[in-house]
């Protein structure tokens, strides 16, 4: 069983409860979580967002003027963040993390079988109760169990 859980939303305390109380009521079931990848270039950006506050972050504790680099005057919010450093650097990382918090939350919560699709938190907008799932994973088994059965029987 694969469970694809956003791990920005906060939900590995979600998938580990679920790995627990699935091991117990079926232990031949091997549960593997996985973080869910944002959809698009989402992840890409929020690199770029966590590779560029690193530089800035830098560039202010240094001192270094990079608008002297591109040849353009230095604006006074750049004055203000060399002048105040240590409140402009947390302000940089704060809201630098809170976009790329807000780029790589899915909200997601897969849950598949034998690379059947049992559950979707994106698509049922909730993670399933325990006897819900349950009820579909006993569903699936079933089914699996009378379509191998049928094949023999073909065969």
Do not use: H
Request: proline content about 6%; overall charge neutral.
């Amino acid at each position: 069983m694969n469970i694809n859980y956003c791990y920005s939303c906060g939900y590995r305390k979600v998938f580990e409860d679920y790995a627990g109380i699935i091991q117990q009521k079926y232990p031949e079931i091997s549960v593997i979580g996985a973080n869910y990848d944002p959809p698009g270039i989402n992840m890409y950006l929020s690199r770029l967002i966590g590779f560029g506050k690193m530089i800035l972050i830098m560039c202010i504790l240094s001192g270094v003027n990079i608008f002297a680099w591109l040849n353009k005057p230095q604006p006074a919010w750049w004055n203000w963040c060399l002048e105040n450093k240590l409140y402009a650097c947390m302000m940089m990382f704060f809201l630098a993390n809170m976009i790329e918090g807000q780029l790589v939350s899915s909200g997601a919560f897969e849950i598949s079988l034998n690379n059947i699709p049992l559950w979707s938190k994106l698509e049922t907008g909730r993670i399933p109760q325990p006897p819900e799932l349950f009820q579909i994973i006993d569903n699936t088994l079933q089914f699996s169990k009378m379509d191998m059965s049928n094949n023999f029987a073909i065969n």
